[in-house]
C-alpha cells in the first residue's frame, strides 16, 4: 500500500463524533500527514498505521477495520496496555496501542489530546520519534521533517510546542539524555541530507533543533531527574527495553 | 502459530529481567514459609516418609513443572500462563477452565495467606520471642493477635494494604521486591544457623528447659513423642518408600508457586533467556535451602517428635513450625527478633505475589474477551487496577467465607485445582510439540526449545501431576482437611469451580456473540489467534 493510500485508510479510521476522537495517529504516518511541503524530499515512505488510545471499546475499530480489508492477528499485553495488531493482505499493518504511550520511555500524552487531531499533538509526536534509545534513521528522518516544517514556541497550531517537551524531560533524565542524543543526531543526518535540503530548509532545522535542545536543558529539573541522572551516569539502564510482537 | 516468528516493528515494552523472576518465584513458592510449616506437615500426613526423599520426589515433580512452563513462557512471553498455552493446543474453554481452576485456588490463597500472616506468622513469633525474653505482655498481644476474629480483620487489612501497593504498579513492586528478598533471608539463614549450632541431644536439653521454665505441662520431650505414638504418629522404617510417594504431592506444595513468572509473561524481557533462567533459579535456590535445612531440622528434633508435634492433643503455645524451636535454640533476643521478622516478611509477601499474578490472569481473560472488558485497562501508574480490585474482592469473599461460613481456614481443594492446571498444561506441550514436529526446521534452533523437549518435559508433567491430582484428591490431609473419609469434598469443589467457570465462559460467549454480530465480526476473528494452526 502507498503512502497516500494508509493515509485514506487512517482517515477513514477517525471518524468524526466521540468514538473517532478518542484515537490518535502517530508514528511514521502521522509524521508523514503533518509534512505535506517537506515530505517529499526524503526518499522514505511510511508503510503502516500506528494508532493510540488511552481508552478504546476494541470491537468497533476491530469490525472498521475489517470493513477497511484488516483482519486481527493478535494483542498482547505490555508494560502500560494492550497492543493489537491488523494485518491487511499486501502486508500493510495497523497497531493500535492501548494504555500509555510507552516505548523506551513513557510519553505523557493523554491529557493533551485534545491539541490535536487526528493525530498526536506535534510536541508528542515529535517525542516519540525522540525518545527511541536506538533511533534508526527513519525515525530521525521523522523528526527533521516535522521540525523542518514547524515552528518551534508556544502554541499547538501547528506549531511544536516547546513546554510539554521541556516538562516531559525534567523528571526523566533517561529520556531527557535520549532526546538530547536524537537531536544530535538528527543535525548530523541534517547535514548528511544536505544535498536534498535546501539551505534555508537546512538552517531552519539547525536552528528549531537547537531551540529544542536549549528549552529541554534549561527547564528546572525535579529530584527524579537527579536521582535518574546519578543512576545513568553510573551504567544503569535509563531506558525501558521494548520488544516485538511475537506470536 | 509460528515459533519465534518476529516482526519488523518493534515496541511492546517489557520490564521484569532474571533476577526479578527470580524473585517473583521464590515469594511465590514463600522460601521462608515453607521451611518453617511443611516439615510439620509432612511429618503429621506421612510419619515415615523421609524427608530427603519427599523432597527428591517433590524436585522431580518441580523439574518438569517447571521446564514445561519455562519453555512455554520462553516462546509465548505472554500475560496469563495456563491460559494462553493450554488454549492454544486445548481451545479456549478449557484454557480458561485451567486458568480459571488455577485463580480461584490461587485466590483463596491470597485470602488464607493473609489471614495466616497473622495467625501463623505474627502470633507465633510474637509467642515465641515474648516466652524466651519472659515478656508476659508480648505473649498476651500474641494470643489477642492469634484468634482466628483477630487474625480474619488483621488478613483483610493486609488484603486491602496489598491492594493498595500494587496500584502503583510493577516499578515499586519490584523495588519492594528486592528489599524483602534481603530482609526476609534474614528467617531461613537464622533457622538454618540455630539448626547447624545444636545436635540432638543439646536440642533435647535445650527444649526440654524451655518447657520447664514456660510451665507447658505436658509437652515436654518425651511427653510428646507419647503423644504421637498414641495417635499413631510414630515412623516405622519398613514403610518409609511408601510412605515418601505418598507425601509427593506435599513435597511438590513445598515448591508450589515457583512459575509464578510465567503468568506474568508479557512483562519479562528477553523470555527465552530471563524465564527458565529465573524459574531454574528459583527453585536451585528453594531445594538447597529445604534439603540442608529441613533434614538438618529432622536430624536435631528427631523424626518421631517431628511426627508427633501435630498429634491433635498438643497445643504448642506458638504453634508447632520450625522458627519455634529455632527461637527455643537461638535464645538471642536480637536473633529472634530478625528471625521472625525476616519470616513475617515472607507471609506478608506471599499474598502480595499472588494477587499480582491473580490481577495478571484476570486482566488476561479480559484482554481475550472472556471477561468483561472493562476489566483490562490500567491505571496511571500501569498496574491492572480493575483486575486487582476484582481480585481483591473475591479474595475478601474467601475469607470471609472460610472463617465466618466454613470455619476452616486450611486451603481445601487447593492442591487439587492447582494440579489440574499443571496438568492441562503437560498435556498442552504434548500435543504443542506434535505441531511443532511438522516445523522441521524448528527442531534445529536449540538444544532445549524444540518438539522433543516439549514431549519429554509434557508427559512428565502430565503424569506426575496427574498422581498429584489424585492423591490430592484421595488423601485429605493434603487439600487441609482434618478428618479421613471427605475425600469427595475436593471432587465437588473441583466440580463447582469448573462448572462456574463453564457458566461464566459461555454465558460471557453469548453477550459477545451478539455484540460481534453489531460489528460484523466473528468469534474465530477475535479469538482465534491464539489456536495453533
Known amino acids: 500500500m502507498t503512502a497516500e493510500e494508509l493515509l485514506g485508510i487512517a482517515d477513514q479510521l477517525f471518524p468524526t463524533g466521540s468514538e473517532g476522537r478518542s484515537l490518535r495517529l502517530f508514528g511514521g504516518l502521522a509524521c508523514w500527514r503533518h509534512c505535506p511541503k517537506t515530505r517529499n524530499l526524503f526518499n522514505y515512505r511510511p508503510k503502516d498505521i500506528d494508532v493510540f488510545a488511552p481508552h478504546v471499546d476494541m470491537l468497533p475499530l476491530t469490525g472498521r477495520l475489517k470493513k477497511l480489508g484488516f483482519g486481527f492477528r493478535m494483542r498482547e499485553t505490555y508494560k502500560g496496555g494492550v497492543a493489537h495488531r491488523f494485518e491487511e493482505t499486501t502486508g500493510s499493518e495497523v497497531d493500535v496501542w492501548v494504555g500509555s504511550l510507552k516505548f523506551n520511555h513513557r510519553i505523557p500524552a493523554d491529557s493533551r489530546l485534545k491539541f490535536d487531531w487526528p493525530t498526536l499533538p506535534l510536541a508528542e509526536l515529535l517525542a516519540t520519534k525522540l525518545q527511541i534509545h536506538k533511533a534508526e534513521g527513519k525515525d530521525l528522518t521523522d523528526a527533521v521533517m516535522l521540525v523542518a516544517e514547524h515552528e518551534v514556541g508556544e502554541g499547538d497550531h501547528e506549531t511544536i510546542n516547546l513546554e510539554p517537551l521541556a516538562r516531559m524531560c525534567r523528571g526523566d533524565w533517561g529520556l531527557w539524555r535520549n532526546v538530547r542524543d536524537n537531536i544530535d543526531r538528527a543535525t548530523r543526518l541534517c547535514a548528511q541530507a544536505s544535498t536534498s535540503l535546501s539551505d534555508e530548509i537546512a538552517g531552519n532545522v539547525n536552528q528549531r533543533l537547537d531551540m529544542i535542545r536549549r528549552a529541554i536543558d534549561a527547564s528546572p529539573k525535579a529530584l527524579r531527574w537527579h536521582i535518574g541522572a546519578l543512576c545513568g551516569r553510573r551504567g544503569c539502564r535509563y531506558w525501558y527495553d521494548v520488544e516485538e510482537f511475537r506470536k | 502459530m509460528t515459533l519465534h516468528r518476529v516482526y519488523r516493528k518493534s515496541g511492546l515494552v517489557r520490564q521484569l529481567d532474571a533476577r526479578d523472576v527470580f524473585l517473583i518465584n521464590t515469594f511465590g513458592y514463600a522460601l521462608g514459609i515453607a521451611l518453617t510449616i511443611n516439615p510439620g506437615l509432612i511429618g503429621g500426613f506421612s510419619p515415615s516418609a523421609n524427608i530427603h526423599i519427599v523432597l527428591t520426589l517433590g524436585l522431580v515433580a518441580a523439574l518438569f513443572n517447571g521446564f514445561t512452563y519455562g519453555l512455554f513462557a520462553s516462546v509465548m512471553p505472554k500475560t496469563g500462563g495456563d491460559f494462553i498455552y493450554v488454549t492454544t493446543s486445548l481451545g479456549r474453554w478449557i484454557g480458561f477452565l485451567a486458568s480459571f481452576g488455577f485463580t480461584a485456588a490461587q485466590l483463596y490463597g491470597f485470602a488464607l495467606n493473609s489471614f495466616w500472616a497473622f495467625k501463623q506468622g505474627l502470633a507465633p513469633a510474637l509467642a515465641t520471642y515474648g516466652m524466651v525474653q519472659g515478656r508476659a505482655e508480648i505473649v498476651r498481644a500474641a494470643t489477642f493477635v492469634g484468634t482466628d476474629r483477630t487474625s480474619m480483620y488483621l488478613g483483610l487489612g493486609l488484603m486491602i494494604l496489598l491492594f493498595l501497593i500494587s496500584l502503583f504498579g510493577l516499578g515499586l513492586s519490584k523495588q519492594l521486591l528486592v528489599v524483602s528478598f ?23 536439653a535445650l527444649y526440654n528447659n524451655f518447657i520447664t521454665s514456660q510451665h507447658l505441662t505436658g509437652l515436654d520431650y ?17 514403610r518409609m518408600l511408601p510412605e515418601s510417594l505418598k507425601a509427593l504431592p506435599l513435597g511438590f506444595l513445598t515448591f508450589l508457586g515457583f512459575t509464578y513468572s510465567a503468568y506474568m509473561g508479557s512483562e519479562v ?29 529432622y536430624h536435631v528434633v528427631g523424626n518421631d517428635f517431628n511426627a508427633a508435634i501435630s498429634a491433635n492433643s498438643l497445643n504448642f503455645p506458638s504453634g508447632n513450625s520450625l522458627a519455634f524451636f529455632a527461637g527455643i535454640i537461638l535464645r538471642n533476643p536480637a536473633a529472634n527478633a530478625v528471625m521472625n521478622i525476616g519470616n513475617l516478611l515472607w507471609f506478608i509477601l506471599v499474598p502480595f505475589v499472588i494477587l499480582q499474578v491473580c490481577s495478571r490472569n484476570i486482566q488476561v481473560w479480559s484482554v481475550e474477551y472472556v471477561f468483561p472488558r472493562f476489566i483490562a485497562g490500567t491505571n496511571r501508574y500501569e498496574a491492572p487496577a480493575a483486575a486487582a480490585f476484582v481480585a481483591l474482592l473475591a479474595g475478601v469473599g474467601f475469607l470471609l467465607l472460610a472463617e465466618l461460613v466454613l470455619h476452616n481456614t486450611n486451603p ?4 487439587a485445582l492447582s494440579a489440574l492446571s499443571i496438568l492441562l498444561s503437560g498435556v498442552s506441550a504434548i500435543i504443542y510439540s506434535g505441531r511443532l514436529k511438522a516445523r522441521s526446521h524448528l527442531e534445529k534452533r536449540s538444544l532445549l526449545f524444540n518438539p522433543r523437549a516439549f514431549r519429554f518435559f509434557g508427559w512428565g508433567t502430565a503424569i ?3 498422581w498429584v491430582t489424585v492423591a490430592a484428591a484421595l488423601f485429605p490431609a493434603i487439600s487441609g482437611l482434618t478428618t479421613g473419609g471427605e475425600w469427595p469434598v475436593v471432587v465437588k469443589i473441583i466440580i463447582g469451580v469448573y462448572g462456574l467457570g463453564s457458566m461464566i465462559f459461555y454465558g460471557y460467549r453469548r453477550i459477545l456473540i451478539s455484540q460481534l454480530k453489531n460489528e460484523g465480526l466473528t468469534l474465530e476473528e477475535i479469538w482465534g489467534h491464539l489456536l495453533d494452526e
Do not use: N
Request: hydrophobic share 50%; aromatic share 16%.
Open chain 2, 412 to 415: 481445601i481443594g487447593a492442591v
Open chain 2, 222 to 238: 518425651q511427653s510428646v513423642i507419647a503423644a504421637g505414638r498414641a495417635q499413631h504418629l510414630l515412623p516405622d522404617a519398613g
Open chain 2, 269 to 297: 524481557r528477553e523470555a527465552s533467556k530471563s524465564q527458565l533462567k529465573g524459574i531454574l533459579w528459583a527453585l536451585a535456590c528453594g531445594a538447597g535451602f529445604f534439603y540442608f535445612g529441613m533434614g538438618r531440622y
Open chain 2, 182 to 204: 534481603l530482609a526476609g533471608l534474614c528467617g531461613p539463614v537464622f533457622q538454618l544457623y540455630a539448626f547447624f549450632s545444636v545436635d540432638h541431644k543439646t536440642f533435647i
Open chain 2, 464 to 466: 506426575v501431576f496427574g
